[in-house]
C-alpha cells in the first residue's frame, strides 16, 4: 500500500494572505500597519520567542512549573492582539498567548510568577481588560460571550477577543458559545489558532469539516481563514473583525492557520507524533524570519537594530524574573484567600487551623 | 400579611430586585415570553424588556457560561436551569468556572450569579427532571448551596443570594412551588445565610431536612406525636454555608437525630450532616443518628417514584427506631 505523506498544520492555499513566504507584500497588496506599528509586533513577537526560550531553561531547572510555548504561533497571537484597544478591549485567553496578555497590559513579571507557582501571578492589575489563563479547554468561550453581551447592553464600546485552539473547538463549550453569540450578536471575536495538533492528535483527526472557520456558517457568522504565520494578514482580519463588531454587526470567527514548532508544552515530547520532516518544512515557515525579511526590505530594521532590540528584550525578561523570584514566597493563607468574599464559619476555622500548624513547623 | 405561594414570593424577590438594582437580570430556557416552565418569571420580560429577561438558545452550559461575562461586565444575572438535573449540562462551567472563578483571579473579578434550579419528585415529571442533585455541588468551593422550604424563606433567601457578591446555587422543590403557601411580606427582608430555623419545637427527637422535606417531616411529625413522640424539625435553610452550630445544638438538645433527604442514600448530604454531628456532639447522643433518604438507584419514571421519595411512613419507621433505641 502506497500513502502520500500528509503534513500536518500550516495554511492553506487559499488562506488570506498579505506577505509572500520571504516577507514581501504580495501584489495588490498593501500594508496595514506603519513601520512604527510593525516594529513593535515584531518586538512582541521576539520577547515572546526569547520568553519562550527562558521559560523553558527556567522549568528544566525546577524553577517553575510546566510551561506552554508560544513557539511558532507569534504572529497569529501578536497579529490578532494588535487589533484591539486595551482601553476599552477584553481579550479571554486560554494559554498560548502570552504576548497578548503583555500588549493588553499584563505586566510581565506577574505573568512569570504565575508560573513560578504563586496564585497572585494569576491576577490581572485593576484596569486591566483581561480574564485569567484558562486551563478548561474552550471553557472561556462561554464567558467572552457574556461579557460581550453584558458591554452591549451597557452602551459600552468595547469589544472582547477570545483565543482558543483547534482541539478545544470540539469541546460543546464553543458550539454552544458561538450559537449564542450568533444569536445575541454579541460584539466578540472568536479566534481560533489551529496549529496542527491538540497535544498529539493531528487537525485532521479532530474535525472533518473543510476548514474550522466554515463552521461558522452554522451558526449566522461570517468565518475567515488567514494564514497565521503572515503577520500583517493576521492583524488585517482581525482588524476587520473588531470593526464589525464595534459596529454593532456582531461576531467573527478566525481560523488563523499556524503551527507549533514546539511540544505543547514542557511535559510533551513532540518526536512521538510529528516527523523530523515535517517539522523541518514547517520551520521553513517561521513567522519571525518573514516579517524580519519585511521589515529588513523596508529598511526599518538592521542586524545592528535587531540585536539592539534583542538586548533590551533580554534585560526586560531577565528584570521580570528576578522581580518574580524576589516576590515574598507563597504562604497557607493563599489556599484560602479569594474563594469567598464572605468565607463561612467552617472554612474560617479550617484556615485558622492550617495557619496555626504551618506556623508550629 | 399576604399569603402567597412558593411560585409567587419567588416572582414577587425577582420583580422587586429587578426594579430596585437595574443590573440584575435573569437568563435561561423559556424565561421571558412564557415566563417559565413554572411561571417563576411571568411577565418579568413584558417589564423589563428583551435583553434583561432573556430568552436563550437551549443551552445549559452557555447560560451559565454567559453569566461568568455578564458578571464581570458588571450585570448581576440570575440564570434559570430549567430543572436541576439538566445543570450536569453545564456542570464544568458551575463547579469549575463560576465557583472558583474569585480564587482563579485573586479577587480581581466576583460571580455575584444566582443560578435558579427547581428540582424533587412527585409531580411525575419524565426522566431526568427530578433529581435532588444538591450534594454534588456541595463539594465545588466558592459555591453556596441554598435549599428554601417555605414561601417566606423563598423570597428572603433569593434576595440574600442575589445580592451576595459569592455566586449562589438556588435549588427551589418545584413541588411545592404552588402546594406550600405562607405569610410573605410584600417589602424588602432577606434571609441570612448559615441560619438553620426550628420550625417545629419538639424534645424527644430532631428531624434535620432541607427543601421539599421540611414539609414531610412536619407532616410526620403531627402522626408521630399521635403515637407519643416529640418531633423537633430543623430546617436547615442552607447547605453551604451550614448552620453547624444549630446541628449540634439540636443533636445536644434531644439526643436522637432523624436526616431526611430525596437524593440517595450513599453520600448524600445526609452523610455531612451526620458527620457533623458526631464532630460535634458525639457525648450527646442516646442512639445512633438515623438517614431516610431515596435509595442508591435512578431517579426512576413517574409510575414507581412514590415509592423512590422518602415518605412518611419510612420516616415514621425510623423514629420509632431512633426513639426506641436506648443509650448504652
Request: glycine share 8%; with cysteine; aromatic share 6%.
Amino acid at each position: 500500500m502506497t500513502s502520500t505523506t500528509i503534513f500536518e498544520g500550516g495554511a492553506d492555499a487559499d488562506a488570506y494572505r498579505v506577505l509572500d513566504a520571504n516577507g514581501v507584500l504580495l501584489e495588490g497588496a498593501s500594508a496595514p500597519l506603519s513601520s512604527e506599528q510593525l516594529l513593535e509586533a515584531f518586538r512582541w513577537m521576539l520577547l515572546s520567542r526569547t520568553l519562550d526560550e527562558r521559560a523553558v531553561s527556567l522549568q528544566r531547572q525546577g524553577r517553575i512549573g510546566t510551561y506552554s510555548a508560544v513557539y511558532g504561533q507569534e504572529a497569529s497571537v501578536v497579529g490578532s492582539a494588535l487589533a484591539l484597544d486595551p482601553s476599552r478591549d477584553w481579550i479571554f485567553p486560554q494559554y498560548r498567548e502570552l504576548p497578548a496578555l503583555l500588549r493588553h497590559g499584563m505586566p510581565l513579571s506577574t505573568l512569570i510568577l504565575y508560573y513560578v507557582g504563586n496564585p497572585l501571578g494569576a491576577r490581572p492589575p485593576d484596569g486591566v481588560r483581561l480574564a485569567p489563563i484558562q486551563i478548561s479547554l474552550a471553557a472561556q468561550l462561554p464567558h467572552a460571550v457574556g461579557l460581550a453581551l453584558g458591554l452591549k447592553m451597557q452602551g459600552d464600546d468595547g469589544v472582547v477577543m477570545t483565543f482558543c485552539g483547534d482541539g478545544a473547538s470540539s469541546e460543546g463549550d464553543f458550539h454552544e458559545a458561538l450559537n449564542l453569540a450568533g444569536v445575541v450578536k454579541a460584539p466578540v471575536i472568536f479566534v481560533l489558532q489551529n496549529n496542527g495538533y491538540a497535544i498529539s492528535t493531528p487537525r485532521s483527526k479532530q474535525s472533518a469539516a473543510p476548514s474550522f472557520a466554515a463552521r461558522a456558517a452554522g451558526y449566522g457568522l461570517p468565518g475567515v481563514v488567514v494564514d497565521g504565520n503572515d503577520l500583517l494578514a493576521v492583524y488585517e482580519v482581525a482588524r476587520d473583525a473588531v470593526q464589525r463588531a464595534r459596529a454593532g454587526e456582531g461576531a467573527t470567527l478566525i481560523e488563523s492557520q499556524t503551527y507549533r514548532l514546539y511540544p505543547h508544552n514542557t511535559a510533551d515530547d513532540q518526536s512521538r507524533y510529528v516527523s523530523p520532516e515535517e517539522l523541518e518544512v514547517r520551520r521553513g515557515e517561521d513567522p519571525i524570519p518573514r516579517v524580519r525579511n519585511h521589515l529588513e526590505g523596508l529598511g526599518v530594521l538592521d542586524a545592528a537594530g535587531e540585536a539592539a532590540m534583542q538586548r533590551s528584550i533580554d534585560e526586560e525578561i531577565s528584570t521580570a524574573i528576578a522581580d518574580a523570584e524576589a516576590h515574598a514566597p507563597a504562604n497557607v493563607t493563599q489556599v484560602f484567600e479569594h474563594v469567598y468574599a464572605n468565607p463561612w464559619s467552617r472554612v474560617t476555622r479550617q484556615r485558622d487551623e492550617f495557619v496555626r500548624d504551618a506556623e508550629g513547623l | 400579611m399576604p399569603v402567597l405561594t412558593m411560585v409567587e414570593a419567588i416572582r414577587q424577590a425577582l420583580e422587586q430586585e429587578m426594579e430596585r438594582d437595574e443590573r440584575v437580570m435573569i437568563l435561561g430556557e423559556d424565561v421571558g415570553r412564557l415566563g417559565g416552565v413554572f411561571r417563576a418569571t411571568d411577565g418579568l420580560q413584558r417589564r423589563f424588556g428583551e435583553a434583561r429577561v432573556l430568552d436563550t438558545p437551549l443551552a445549559e452550559a452557555v447560560i451559565a457560561g454567559a453569566s461568568v461575562g455578564l458578571a464581570m461586565s458588571g450585570m448581576v444575572p440570575v440564570p434559570e436551569m430549567q430543572f436541576l438535573g439538566f445543570t450536569h449540562q453545564a456542570f464544568h462551567q458551575i463547579a469549575d468556572q463560576i465557583a472558583r472563578y474569585r480564587f482563579r483571579s485573586q479577587g480581581r473579578f466576583s460571580m455575584q450569579i444566582t443560578i435558579r434550579a427547581p428540582f424533587g419528585g412527585g409531580v411525575r415529571t419524565p426522566e431526568m427532571h427530578s433529581d435532588a442533585l444538591e450534594a454534588q455541588f456541595i463539594q465545588s468551593p466558592g459555591l453556596k448551596v441554598v435549599m428554601p422550604a417555605s414561601a417566606y424563606d423563598a423570597k428572603g433567601l433569593l434576595l440574600e443570594a442575589i445580592r451576595d457578591p459569592d455566586p449562589v446555587l438556588f435549588c427551589e422543590p418545584l413541588r411545592g412551588y404552588r402546594l406550600v403557601k405562607d405569610e410573605v411580606p410584600e417589602g424588602d427582608y432577606t434571609v441570612p445565610f448559615g441560619k438553620a430555623k426550628i420550625v417545629r419545637e419538639g424534645s424527644d427527637v430532631t428531624l434535620v431536612a432541607w427543601s421539599a422535606a421540611v414539609q414531610l417531616c412536619l407532616r410526620t411529625a403531627e402522626r408521630a406525636a399521635e403515637e407519643g413522640i416529640s418531633c423537633r424539625v430543623l430546617d436547615l435553610r442552607t447547605l453551604v454555608p451550614l448552620d453547624v452550630e444549630a446541628l449540634a445544638q439540636c443533636a445536644e438538645d434531644t439526643g436522637r437525630v432523624v436526616v431526611v433527604h430525596e437524593a440517595p442514600y450513599t453520600g448524600g448530604f445526609g452523610a455531612e450532616v451526620i458527620a457533623t454531628i458526631q464532630e460535634e456532639a458525639f457525648y450527646s447522643l442516646e442512639a445512633p443518628v438515623a438517614r431516610v433518604a431515596a435509595p442508591d438507584t435512578p431517579y426512576p419514571i413517574a409510575g414507581v417514584e412514590e415509592w423512590y421519595i422518602p415518605n412518611e411512613e419510612r420516616v415514621l419507621k425510623a423514629l420509632r427506631r431512633t426513639v426506641g433505641t436506648t443509650g448504652a
